[in-house]
């Protein structure tokens, strides 16, 4: 497997002595990049939206995260390459309740715009499958969950993929994608009461006209929208108008963004938005999936891309195509964003010190019992314990959402790495269980755990190692049985090690060793990669962790995790092209 080191950083560009002793010093504490790797924000970050605020001068990018819980990300970066994820804008039950009442595995928080005006945050977001609700959340502190406010919420259904605009005025408008068409209303942003809603444009006839922006520039309200599914045929398009409600006149070159019809290792290019750096070049992000032509092999679902843009006075915007390696007008290198979250690709290492919290990035599936989840509990230090809930990861048919499942994940964030945990567990009853996830959805994940399958009269322990598929995704083959391998005899009693490593493009081992020797791991099982794309979780990315269950019996033994570990060892950017993981 080829493995380059790309060399990122290209020496300053100083034509003048004048310049070099101007900018010597600055210049060599921060290296100008010219050269950049897709996906920006790697790993499930489908619908992005971003922003550069002067003030502050710094990027701010979301995300979608449907039923994950802290959710709504706010990544920021003082350099478009590295993203530190700085606040939940979801971050209390208590915002959006309702998010508890939704059924289907890819509801939930969807495709939010973040705009800035007025020295304030703002972000409208859709809660899809479920009460058909929308939501105004604002914020004067992007960097601390608190201060994100309890939502103003605007009533709406059908309704998704709300974008924010302030016309010259200081009207705020909302625009929607709704019945296929898009539409739009004027907004009060203190009271959520919504004016009567306008048809704007339906699109050059690709299906699912979604994800509108509207810019206003030169005198022109500038539409920009995604058409054609977020699937193989996603494209971006525009249309101008010289009125905010029309008549459009469709950009000539429309599409204006895609890999539609092209065998690009970077499929389903859309649902863009633009937004100017601090040299007032324009970008735009977009979603990609890293799936190549075939659109089979693709785990991480739809990750954030970056392209540079020109759009010239009274011009059309011209955006670059997006590819694994892009050069562009990189601002500084520049790490020092505040907050204390983690960066995108930063490796876990985390211990759970006593008084330390559970880290930013780490999500649930919908809001957890907090008391579930504890951190370095009396007696256990240097512990996560998770007490279990009755029902597995899978649950019951009808998934009921309110009774929430033991289970506490970080996205898979790159091509090739590897997650493990090491697990204190000393199971009483039959069938409680502990282990190690690789999750797209309820319906759709591999687990290997650590479970008591001995029956209540068996004089014989038999604790066992157990490799479990559910779902299939994009699989297609004879079905795959649980494997079930007893725990060693001389690890009973001891922490075990659970591992989830993609050790190439196309599959995972799981693997489990003594944690006291965790060089003689075993491989229990691989599985596919296919296994964890499309399916139930088209529009989800997988992501792995920990749970803890008594799959429906009368346990109550809890699990004690220790030495979360997560590392990045490579990102495919082309067909067989893998770069380096490296946190720089
Ligand atoms: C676009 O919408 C208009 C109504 O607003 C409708 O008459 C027209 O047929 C639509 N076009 C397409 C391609 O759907
Ligand atoms: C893409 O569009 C083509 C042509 O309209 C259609 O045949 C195909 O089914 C579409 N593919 C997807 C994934 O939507
Ligand atoms: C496992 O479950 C059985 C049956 O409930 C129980 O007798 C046994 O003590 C449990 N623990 C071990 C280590 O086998
Ligand atoms: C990836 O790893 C699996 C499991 O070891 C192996 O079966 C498969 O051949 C590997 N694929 C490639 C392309 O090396
Ligand atoms: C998961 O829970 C369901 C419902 O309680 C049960 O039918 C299923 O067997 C469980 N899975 C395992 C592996 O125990
Ligand atoms: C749980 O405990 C109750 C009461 O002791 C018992 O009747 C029931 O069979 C147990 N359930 C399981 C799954 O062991």
Redesign the pocket.
């Given at each position: 497997m080829l493995d380059q080191i790309f060399s990122m950083y290209a020496f300053c560009k100083v034509s003048t002595i004048a310049l070099v002793l101007a900018a010597a010093l600055p210049c060599a504490a921060h290296p100008q990049n010219t050269h950049y790797t897709n996906p920006i924000i790697p790993g499930w970050h489908s619908d992005p939206s971003c922003i550069y605020v002067r003030k502050e001068s710094t990027y701010f990018c979301t995300t979608s995260t449907f039923l994950l819980y802290p959710g709504i990300p706010i990544y920021a970066s003082k350099d478009l390459v590295s993203w530190k994820l700085v606040s939940n804008v979801l971050n209390r039950p208590s915002q959006v309740p309702e998010l508890n009442n939704v059924a289907w595995q890819q509801g939930g928080m969807y495709a939010a715009t973040l705009r800035y005006r007025e020295d304030k945050f703002h972000l409208v977001v859709a809660d899809l499958g479920g009460v058909g609700s929308n939501y105004l959340f604002t914020s004067s502190d992007p960097y601390n969950d608190k201060a994100w406010n309890d939502p103003v919420k605007f009533a709406l259904d059908p309704g998704s993929d709300a974008d924010l605009f302030w016309d010259d005025d200081g009207t705020a408008y909302i625009t929607v994608a709704r019945n296929g068409l898009i539409n739009q209303f004027a907004f009060d942003m203190e009271t959520g009461a919504m004016g009567p809603l306008s048809e704007l444009w339906n699109g050059t006839g690709g299906v699912y006209p979604e994800g509108p922006h509207m810019y206003k520039k030169d005198g022109y309200y500038y539409l920009m929208i995604a058409e054609g599914g977020t699937e193989q045929n996603h494209t971006e398009t525009i249309a101008r108008s010289r009125n905010r409600l029309g008549p459009w006149e469709a950009y000539p070159r429309n599409p204006l963004l895609t890999n539609r019809d092209t065998d690009q290792y970077f499929q389903t290019v859309g649902h863009a938005d633009l937004f100017q750096d601090e040299d007032y070049n324009w970008w735009a992000v977009a979603l990609s999936t890293r799936s190549g032509k075939e659109w089979l092999n693709y785990p991480m679902g739809r990750e954030t891309v970056l392209v540079p843009a020109t759009w010239g006075k009274g011009e059309w915007p011209v955006l670059q195509p997006v590819r694994g390696t892009m050069q562009g007008p990189l601002p500084r290198v520049n790490k020092n964003v505040a907050g204390d979250g983690a960066f995108v690709n930063e490796p876990d290492k985390f211990n759970f010190r006593p008084g330390s919290s559970i880290p930013k990035h780490l999500s649930f599936w919908r809001f957890p019992n907090t008391y579930s989840y504890t951190v370095s509990p009396r007696g256990h230090p240097n512990t996560l314990r998770l007490t279990p809930s009755s029902m597995n990861i899978t649950g019951t048919a009808d998934i009921q959402p309110s009774d929430p499942i033991t289970l506490i994940m970080r996205r898979q964030t790159d091509t090739l790495f590897t997650y493990g945990v090491d697990f204190s567990f000393d199971p009483k009853?039959?069938?409680e269980e502990t282990g190690v996830t690789l999750f797209l959805t309820q319906l759709q994940h591999i687990d290997l755990g650590i479970v008591n399958l001995s029956s209540p009269n068996s004089k014989e322990s038999s604790i066992s190692l157990r490799f479990r598929v559910e779902g299939v995704g994009n699989y297609v083959g004879p079905a795959i049985e649980p494997t079930t391998v007893p725990v060693p005899k001389a690890w009973h009693g001891k922490s075990i090690r659970l591992e989830i490593k993609a050790v190439n493009t196309t599959h995972y081992s799981f693997s489990a060793a003594l944690s006291a020797k965790p060089s003689q791991s075993q491989i229990i099982a691989y599985a596919k990669a296919l296994l964890v794309s499309g399916g139930t979780g088209i529009f989800t990315g997988a992501l792995v962790g920990a749970y803890a269950t008594s799959n429906?019996?009368?346990g109550t033994t809890n699990s004690y995790l220790s030495n979360w570990r997560y590392e990045g060892q490579g990102q495919e950017i082309d067909y067989d092209t893998i770069v380096s993981s490296n946190f720089f």
């Open positions: 009853l039959e069938n429906g019996g009368n």
